[in-house]
Structure formats: C-alpha cells, structure tokens
C-alpha cells in the first residue's frame, strides 16, 4: 500500500469511526477522545500483535471501552447511558460478526452544517471531524492562533451535545439548506483567499463523500462539479513569478483537461434530475468559462444569462457582482456598471470583489480619479499579496 492509499485509507477511517461513536453517543467530544485514545493503542499494539483482521471494528472495541470507563467515572446521566449501551450492543455486533458498520458520515457533515452551528464554525468542524486535521493546521489555513480555533471547536461540539442536534438525514425540503451552509464554506476554494490555502483537495474530497451519500440530491453533484472546475484552474492562477493572474488573462494550455472533463460529466448527471439549483447553475457558470479551452473564446452573454437563473435561486453579493462583470463583458462597461450601483450600499460597503470591480469599469470609462479612489478600497481590502499586487499595478494606470 502506497503512503497516499494508506493516508486515504486512515482518512476514512476516522471519519467512519467518529460519525459512528458519535452518532450514537450524542457527544462528538467524548467520541473524538475515546476514538484518539483507540488509534493510539493500535499504534502500540499492531506493530507488536499484528494488523487484527478487521481494525476497524477493532478500533470501535476500543473506543468504546474507552467510552465506557469515561461514563462510569463521569456518572452520566440515564438518558445518556441508555445512548451508551446501544452503542455497546451495536459495536460488540459488529465485532462478533462479520456486519459491516453504517456509514454515519452524512449525518456528521449534516450536523456540522446544522442552523444552530455558528456559520463560522462549520467547515472547521468538517475538517476535524470528518477528515480528522488537527485543529493547529485549520487554525493555519484560517488565519487565527491553534489556541483560538480549539476553543471555538471545543464550543462548538459543546454546542451540539447540549442543544440535543440530532445525527439526522435532514427531510428533502431542508437539503439545499444544508448544503449551502457546507458550500458557503469553500466559496473562495478558487484560491484567492490565503485562508483557503491548502484546503482545496480536502474540499473536494468532502465534496466526493457527499456526492457519494446522497446520489440522487443533483445539488451536491453540482457543488462537486463547481470545486472541480475551480481546481482544474489551480496552475494557471500564478504566473512564472507568482504574480496574479485573472481568469480572462489565464492561459487554457495550463487548465486541467482531465478535472474539467470530470466536472463535466458530473455537472451533465447532475442536470439529468431536472431539479436545478444554485450550486448547478454556479457551476454551469464555470463549465462556460472552461469552453475557452475549446473554442478560444467565451461566450458572455450566456454567462450573463447563466448568472440572471442564479440571482433567482440565489440573489447574494457575490452573484450580483458576477452578474455585472459578465454584463460589463457582454455588453459595456457602462452595463456593468450600471449593475454595480443598482447594488445596496450596506451590502458591498466591505465587498471587495466589488470595488475592485468597480474600479475597472471605472478605469475602462475614463473615470480614472473614481477609479483610483475604488482601487484604494479594493486594495486595502484585499488579503491576498499576489492580488494585491496586481491590484496595485492597475491602479497605476488608470
């Protein structure tokens, strides 16, 4: 087994485990610590007594004796040790017999992405409890201190234990929800946003596992399909020199072929449920940007058109703004900008896609003072120095 089989391997693993203990315990804490201290007595006993023929059911014995002396020591209460003993009866099943465990991971990523979870917590808490990354390494990738992501990770699963949120399948009606709530966590896996950094294949691969459990939802297929293209661009977004360089100035030779042609087959069976969706037409909107691989041009005013079906489903900054470069494109920067003021000022005030919008179409105007005065927001707004840098060179010539 290669180091990235056995990594995928052990990823999985976790997650599985975790979902499983969790689900049944109620308590995604106490879950991660009995599972921890499980994976450390494999560290010490496999080497010595061998790989046991089925880990993880051996990994699940361990937890749950773990689980176990904790309650016994804690004096939980009834209600919570009757949720411990089913656990113990499930897991001494799967152990006994040659049962497969149900894959709990829906209900985790559901959880994670309950209303009652702060929106800023979400996708932190998927990557710790899903994929099992320490909370020093998403602390990194946010741009907060270790210290400062474990406390709001440890409030968090505090959060769930005693709000009661229940490990549930949510009903359809409530899916798109959910699955905006874990899509809004990786609106920037483009790569612009140094926070991001680093993240994107494990986006992706949540975005797989999703996909994956609930395969008639064309929803997820389409928030998977979105962060492939997005990814498919990753080589063309730094030139030699690292410097920034906007979608329309990439050069297609350096996309991906085989990312976009997987998106777009998952984007096409996605489409085949007839029941679009914000995350379908986002994507959508991609798939059209990629057709410049092919025909050496793009086609705006199908963007534009693509983007008018997104601000129904999905009126939100982000996609007015989008709507307006596309207009810019297809019709005028006078459109665009017509576009950008019909905006309400409380909701682009600290947008920086907007501004910096702005003050390109400003600059293709002839307005260059308001350009440079936009220019000065977008910069001092925006946390990417390659972009920046960018940004500053455009505002020189304006």
């Not at 560290?43 to 004796?65: F, H, I, Y």
């Not at 990194?140 to 409030?155: E, I």
Request: glycine fraction near 8%.
């Amino acid at each position: 087994m290669s180091h990235a089989e056995a990594e995928l391997a052990a990823r999985t693993a976790y997650g599985r485990l975790l979902a499983y203990l969790a689900a049944g315990w109620r308590d995604v804490a106490s879950a991660e610590d009995a599972l921890g201290d499980a994976f450390l007595a494999a560290l010490e006993t496999w080497p010595r007594a061998g790989v046991p023929d089925k880990p993880e059911a051996w990994l699940l014995a361990a937890a749950r004796r773990r689980l176990v002396d904790g309650a016994r020591h804690a004096k939980v209460e009834v209600t919570a040790a009757a949720g411990l003993q089913m656990v113990i009866e499930r897991v001494q099943h799967e152990v006994s017999s040659d049962a497969i465990f149900p894959d709990e991971r829906l209900r985790l990523l559901f959880v994670c992405a309950h209303p009652a979870i702060d929106e800023a917590a979400r996708t932190p808490l998927m990557l710790q409890t899903v994929l099992g990354l320490d909370a020093a390494r998403i602390a990194s990738a946010f741009l907060v201190s270790p210290a400062a992501m474990g406390q709001r990770l440890v409030r968090v699963k505090a959060k769930i234990r005693d709000a009661g949120i229940r490990f549930e399948i949510p009903e359809p009606h409530e899916l798109p929800e959910r699955l905006e709530a874990y899509g809004s966590g990786w609106e920037d896996v483009a790569g612009a946003d140094a926070r991001r950094r680093g993240l994107a294949e494990e986006a992706i691969w949540l975005g797989r596992l999703v996909a994956g459990l609930v395969p008639g939802e064309p929803e997820a297929r389409g928030l998977l399909a979105l962060m492939l293209h997005c990814e498919a661009r990753r080589a063309a977004r730094r030139d030699a020199n690292g410097g920034y360089v906007p979608l329309a100035r990439q050069n297609v030779a350096r996309w991906s072929r085989g990312t976009m042609d997987e998106a777009e087959e998952i984007l096409a069976a996605a489409a085949r449920e007839k029941k679009p969706g914000r995350f379908q037409l986002e994507a959508a909107i991609q798939s059209a940007h990629a057709r410049r691989a092919v025909t050496g041009r793009t086609d705006w005013e199908a963007i534009a058109l693509l983007y008018e079906g997104l601000l129904r489903c999905a009126p939100t900054v982000g996609a007015r703004v989008g709507h307006a470069a596309a207009l810019a494109e297809a019709r005028g920067a006078a459109a665009g900008l017509a576009a950008l003021d019909a905006l309400v000022p409380a909701t682009i005030r600290t947008y920086q896609p907007y501004w910096a919008l702005r003050a390109h179409l400003l600059g293709s105007l002839g307005r260059a003072a308001e350009a440079r005065h936009a220019y000065g927001l977008a910069i001092g707004m925006c946390e990417d120095p390659a972009a920046r840098a960018f940004l500053v060179g455009q505002a020189a010539s304006a």
